[in-house]
Protein backbone atom coordinates (compact mmCIF):
# COMPACT_ATOMS: atom_id res chain seq x y z
CA UNK A 1 0.00 0.00 0.00
CA UNK A 2 3.20 2.30 1.15
CA UNK A 3 4.23 1.75 -2.47
CA UNK A 4 1.12 2.51 -4.18
CA UNK A 5 0.60 5.87 -2.20
CA UNK A 6 4.26 6.85 -3.14
CA UNK A 7 3.64 6.68 -7.04
CA UNK A 8 0.01 8.84 -6.58
CA UNK A 9 1.98 11.70 -4.94
CA UNK A 10 3.06 10.63 -1.41
CA UNK A 11 6.88 9.85 -2.38
CA UNK A 12 7.05 14.30 -3.55
CA UNK A 13 4.73 14.32 -0.02
CA UNK A 14 7.89 13.23 1.95
CA UNK A 15 10.43 14.77 0.02
CA UNK A 16 8.51 18.29 0.84
CA UNK A 17 8.61 16.73 4.29
CA UNK A 18 12.52 16.44 4.56
CA UNK A 19 13.63 19.19 2.31
CA UNK A 20 16.36 21.51 4.01
CA UNK A 21 16.59 19.36 7.23
CA UNK A 22 20.04 19.27 8.82
CA UNK A 23 22.28 18.21 11.90
CA UNK A 24 20.54 15.19 13.93
CA UNK A 25 17.01 14.10 13.77
CA UNK A 26 14.87 11.92 15.43
CA UNK A 27 12.06 10.12 13.84
CA UNK A 28 9.02 8.94 15.60
CA UNK A 29 7.24 6.17 14.06
CA UNK A 30 8.96 5.71 11.61
CA UNK A 31 6.91 2.35 10.40
CA UNK A 32 8.96 0.69 7.62
CA UNK A 33 11.14 3.29 6.77
CA UNK A 34 9.76 4.77 4.20
CA UNK A 35 11.20 8.55 4.65
CA UNK A 36 14.75 7.03 4.71
CA UNK A 37 15.31 7.33 1.29
CA UNK A 38 14.44 11.39 1.32
CA UNK A 39 16.98 12.62 4.04
CA UNK A 40 19.21 14.78 2.09
CA UNK A 41 22.56 14.90 2.60
CA UNK A 42 22.95 18.06 5.63
CA UNK A 43 21.42 15.25 8.52
CA UNK A 44 24.22 13.68 10.22
CA UNK A 45 22.42 11.12 11.52
CA UNK A 46 18.63 9.97 12.12
CA UNK A 47 17.60 8.00 15.02
CA UNK A 48 14.10 6.56 14.63
CA UNK A 49 12.00 5.03 16.67
CA UNK A 50 9.67 2.43 15.80
CA UNK A 51 7.51 -0.23 18.66
CA UNK A 52 5.56 -2.70 16.28
CA UNK A 53 8.43 -5.40 15.68
CA UNK A 54 7.55 -5.92 11.88
CA UNK A 55 7.52 -2.44 10.82
CA UNK A 56 10.69 -2.00 13.20
CA UNK A 57 12.46 -4.60 10.96
CA UNK A 58 11.50 -3.52 7.63
CA UNK A 59 12.80 0.00 8.93
CA UNK A 60 16.32 -1.68 9.81
CA UNK A 61 16.09 -3.43 6.18
CA UNK A 62 15.76 0.22 4.68
CA UNK A 63 18.18 1.87 6.42
CA UNK A 64 21.16 -0.37 5.51
CA UNK A 65 20.27 1.37 2.02
CA UNK A 66 19.77 5.09 2.76
CA UNK A 67 22.23 7.99 2.10
CA UNK A 68 22.80 9.01 5.09
CA UNK A 69 23.04 7.33 8.86
CA UNK A 70 20.22 5.77 10.58
CA UNK A 71 19.58 4.44 13.26
CA UNK A 72 16.53 2.38 13.81
CA UNK A 73 15.28 1.68 17.72
CA UNK A 74 12.36 0.23 19.84
CA UNK A 75 10.25 2.95 21.50
CA UNK A 76 7.29 4.61 22.26
CA UNK A 77 6.35 8.38 20.90
CA UNK A 78 5.04 8.87 24.51
CA UNK A 79 8.07 8.14 26.19
CA UNK A 80 11.25 8.57 24.18
CA UNK A 81 14.03 7.53 25.56
CA UNK A 82 16.48 10.59 25.15
CA UNK A 83 17.82 13.80 26.99
CA UNK A 84 16.19 17.00 26.64
CA UNK A 85 17.09 18.99 23.95
CA UNK A 86 19.21 16.27 22.15
CA UNK A 87 18.07 16.90 18.76
CA UNK A 88 17.90 19.14 15.68
CA UNK A 89 15.09 18.22 14.64
CA UNK A 90 12.13 15.46 14.85
CA UNK A 91 10.09 14.67 11.82
CA UNK A 92 6.41 12.54 12.44
CA UNK A 93 4.73 11.01 9.57
CA UNK A 94 1.18 9.76 9.48
CA UNK A 95 1.83 8.67 12.74
CA UNK A 96 0.24 11.00 15.49
CA UNK A 97 -3.41 9.74 14.21
CA UNK A 98 -1.88 6.57 15.79
CA UNK A 99 -0.16 6.96 18.66
CA UNK A 100 -2.89 6.75 21.82
CA UNK A 101 -1.87 10.03 23.69
CA UNK A 102 -1.37 12.49 20.90
CA UNK A 103 -0.94 15.07 23.28
CA UNK A 104 1.75 13.65 25.57
CA UNK A 105 3.50 12.10 22.28
CA UNK A 106 3.79 15.83 21.50
CA UNK A 107 5.01 17.58 24.66
CA UNK A 108 7.85 14.53 24.50
CA UNK A 109 8.68 15.63 20.67
CA UNK A 110 9.16 19.12 22.27
CA UNK A 111 11.19 17.72 25.03
CA UNK A 112 13.55 16.38 23.22
CA UNK A 113 14.12 18.95 20.53
CA UNK A 114 16.64 21.97 21.38
CA UNK A 115 15.59 25.47 21.47
CA UNK A 116 16.19 26.41 17.75
CA UNK A 117 15.12 22.97 16.76
CA UNK A 118 11.96 21.74 14.30
CA UNK A 119 8.84 20.05 14.28
CA UNK A 120 8.48 18.40 10.45
CA UNK A 121 4.96 16.73 10.45
CA UNK A 122 2.77 15.35 7.58
CA UNK A 123 -0.37 13.74 8.96
CA UNK A 124 -3.60 13.19 7.94
CA UNK A 125 -6.71 15.40 9.85
CA UNK A 126 -10.08 15.98 10.22
CA UNK A 127 -11.85 16.87 7.55
CA UNK A 128 -13.30 20.98 7.80
CA UNK A 129 -16.24 20.75 5.94
CA UNK A 130 -19.34 17.90 6.33
CA UNK A 131 -20.42 15.64 5.89
CA UNK A 132 -17.00 14.08 5.71
CA UNK A 133 -16.60 15.76 9.09
CA UNK A 134 -19.36 13.65 10.90
CA UNK A 135 -18.56 10.34 8.85
CA UNK A 136 -15.09 10.58 9.98
CA UNK A 137 -16.09 11.65 13.78
CA UNK A 138 -18.76 8.48 14.14
CA UNK A 139 -15.61 6.03 12.61
CA UNK A 140 -13.90 6.95 15.44
CA UNK A 141 -16.72 7.01 17.49
CA UNK A 142 -17.64 3.91 17.11
CA UNK A 143 -13.92 2.17 17.28
CA UNK A 144 -14.78 0.60 14.02
CA UNK A 145 -12.03 2.25 12.04
CA UNK A 146 -8.93 2.30 14.96
CA UNK A 147 -9.99 -0.88 15.50
CA UNK A 148 -9.32 -2.13 11.07
CA UNK A 149 -6.33 0.18 10.99
CA UNK A 150 -4.27 -0.09 13.35
CA UNK A 151 -5.48 2.72 15.84
CA UNK A 152 -5.69 5.23 12.81
CA UNK A 153 -8.35 7.87 14.25
CA UNK A 154 -9.68 10.01 11.04
CA UNK A 155 -10.97 12.97 13.15
CA UNK A 156 -7.93 14.01 15.05
CA UNK A 157 -7.01 17.90 14.51
CA UNK A 158 -3.06 17.68 14.84
CA UNK A 159 -2.85 21.02 13.97
CA UNK A 160 -4.33 22.39 17.00
CA UNK A 161 -2.80 19.85 19.02
CA UNK A 162 0.79 20.71 17.80
CA UNK A 163 -0.18 24.80 18.73
CA UNK A 164 -0.99 23.14 21.97
CA UNK A 165 1.74 21.59 22.77
CA UNK A 166 3.62 24.70 22.69
CA UNK A 167 4.80 24.78 19.12
CA UNK A 168 4.84 27.64 16.91
CA UNK A 169 3.65 26.81 13.33
CA UNK A 170 5.60 28.71 10.71
CA UNK A 171 4.34 26.36 7.81
CA UNK A 172 0.93 24.77 7.21
CA UNK A 173 -0.43 23.40 4.35
CA UNK A 174 -3.33 21.58 3.50
CA UNK A 175 -3.27 19.05 0.77
CA UNK A 176 -6.45 16.69 -0.07
CA UNK A 177 -4.70 13.20 -1.09
CA UNK A 178 -5.89 9.91 -2.41
CA UNK A 179 -3.45 7.35 -1.88
CA UNK A 180 -5.58 4.82 -4.24
CA UNK A 181 -7.98 5.15 -6.87
CA UNK A 182 -10.87 3.45 -4.74
CA UNK A 183 -10.05 4.92 -1.37
CA UNK A 184 -11.77 8.44 -0.44
CA UNK A 185 -9.52 11.25 -0.35
CA UNK A 186 -8.13 12.57 2.84
CA UNK A 187 -6.91 15.76 4.56
CA UNK A 188 -3.01 16.11 5.16
CA UNK A 189 -1.01 18.49 6.96
CA UNK A 190 2.35 19.46 5.97
CA UNK A 191 4.19 21.96 8.04
CA UNK A 192 7.09 22.69 9.91
CA UNK A 193 7.24 24.27 13.59
CA UNK A 194 8.98 25.30 16.00
CA UNK A 195 9.51 24.77 20.07
CA UNK A 196 7.46 28.19 21.57
CA UNK A 197 9.25 29.99 24.09
Known amino acids: MAARADRRGAAEHRQRLLRGLAGRVVE ?14 TVTEVVAVEPEPTL ?15 TVIAGLAEDLPF ?12 VLCSVPDQAK ?8 LHAQ ?26 GAWPALAAGCHLSRDTGA ?7 VIER ?5 F ?17 PGG
Do not use: W
Open 117 to 142: GELRFYEHVIPRKQPKRALFQMADRS
Open 56 to 70: RGLAEAAAKTAAVAV
Open 178 to 194: RSAALEPRLPYILGTAR
Open 28 to 41: VGAGHGGNFAHYPP
Open 161 to 167: AIAAAGF
Open 105 to 112: ALRELRRV
Open 172 to 176: LDRIE
Open 83 to 94: ADGEFDAAVVSL
